[in-house]
Structures are given as structure tokens and as C-alpha cells.
């Protein structure tokens, strides 16, 4: 099974994350991507099915793929925003997101583990 190293992972989690959000704000013409239902119906599940997948591709600590996600779209929200009065809100939101990616990941990365047991033939213990 393919293994993505750790500093691939980083970048290609932050690269997501900042991706998303600004080609939904774009898409949308909306100052924010959460301003947009798309965010929620669409991105925000399939970032969280990212997670997993990446969790998958780097197994070691993976829960890190899901804050690293949502952090990058913090730093662009604040960047294109320049913070605001709601911003301690959004920052919490984000963390939110950031704990789900995390067990999304930690789930990918355990879904390999399993794989990687089930196709050597171990037993379970």
C-alpha cells in the first residue's frame, strides 16, 4: 500500500483545505465559503472524507490531517476577512471541523491498519 510521507500530507491537507474554501467563496461570490450551503452539503463532508483518505495514505499520528485542514482555512478566512468581531467564533467553528477530520483520519489510518493485517493473513488477538 502506498504511504504519502508526512510533509506530502501536510501540504497536500493545507492545500485542500485553503483550496476549497476559496474556490467556494469564488464560486459563490460569497466573502466567506460557509456563507454558501455548498459548504456544508458538499465540501465540508467530502473535506471530512479527505481526511480519511489521507489518514489512509499517512497512518502515523493522522489525526494531525484534519486540524492541518481546517487550520489553512482559518488562516485564509482571516487573511481574506482581516478578522472581525465573529472571528473567536469562526476559530472555534474551524476547531470543531478540525476535531471531525481528526477521527476522520485516525478512522482511515485504522481502516489501512486492519487492511494491512487482514491481507497477511493475521489472526486477531
Known amino acids: 500500500m502506498i504511504t504519502l510521507a508526512d510533509r506530502w500530507a501536510y501540504a497536500v491537507a493545507a492545500l485542500a483545505g485553503a483550496v476549497s474554501w476559496l474556490a467556494i467563496a469564488h464560486a459563490t461570490s460569497r466573502r ?4 454558501s450551503e455548498i ?9 471530512w472524507l479527505f481526511c480519511g483518505v489521507l489518514g489512509a ?3 502515523s499520528a493522522a489525526w494531525r490531517w484534519g486540524f492541518v485542514m481546517f ?3 482559518a488562516v485564509v ?12 467564533l469562526g476559530v472555534m467553528l474551524f476547531a470543531i471541523f478540525g476535531v471531525i477530520g481528526a477521527g476522520s ?3 482511515g489510518a485504522w ?3 486492519w487492511a494491512q493485517r487482514y491481507s497477511s493473513g493475521a489472526k486477531r488477538a
Open 32 to 35: 466567506e465559503a460557509w456563507d
Open 111 to 113: 481502516l489501512r491498519r
Open 77 to 88: 478566512m482571516i487573511v481574506q476577512t482581516h478578522g472581525g468581531s465573529l472571528l473567536p
Open 71 to 73: 487550520f489553512a482555512q
Open 105 to 107: 483520519a485516525q478512522a
Open 57 to 59: 495514505l499517512a497512518p
Open 39 to 47: 459548504y456544508f452539503v458538499y465540501a465540508l463532508p467530502g473535506l
